[in-house]
């Protein structure tokens, strides 16, 4: 079974910046796809950010020019550096890893316990 811990979540003024990490631990498993998603009181989860790895990178148009994603694929990792922090991107931020099981041979998609940021002077 994947398992998956979140870290780096908190208290940040305006204008300033985060760093949120989320590890993939586990045996016989490969991933294919690694991502951020955050979920605002009252409003739907959406996607933050998203790596398929060795593939395409996709943000969403409120965090373009502000957040990075990045993959550590030898320790099935992923961050998201978030800077020039606004009080609207205050939200639990959910990692969300995609791959497969070598035994049995099946698909997993799985979700990170979330961690809360938030922005506020």
């Known amino acids: 079974q994947v398992q998956l811990v979140e870290s780096g979540g908190g208290l940040v003024q305006p204008g300033g910046s985060l760093r949120l990490s989320c590890a993939a631990s586990?045996?016989?498993?490969?991933?294919?796809?690694m991502g951020w998603y955050r979920q605002a009181p009252g409003k739907q989860r959406e996607l933050v950010a998203d790596?398929?790895?060795?593939?395409?990178?996709t943000y969403a148009d409120s965090v373009k020019g502000r957040f990075t994603i990045s993959t550590d694929n030898a320790k099935n990792t992923v961050y998201l550096q978030m800077n020039r922090l606004k009080p609207e991107d205050t939200a639990v931020y959910y990692c969300?890893?995609?791959?497969?099981?070598?035994?049995?041979?099946?698909?997993?998609?799985?979700w990170g316990q979330g961690t809360q940021v938030t922005v506020s002077s």
């Open positions: 586990g045996s016989d498993f490969s991933i294919s796809a």
């Open positions: 790596n398929s790895i060795g593939g395409s990178i």
């Open positions: 969300n890893v995609r791959g497969r099981y070598y035994v049995p041979h099946r698909p997993f998609d799985l």
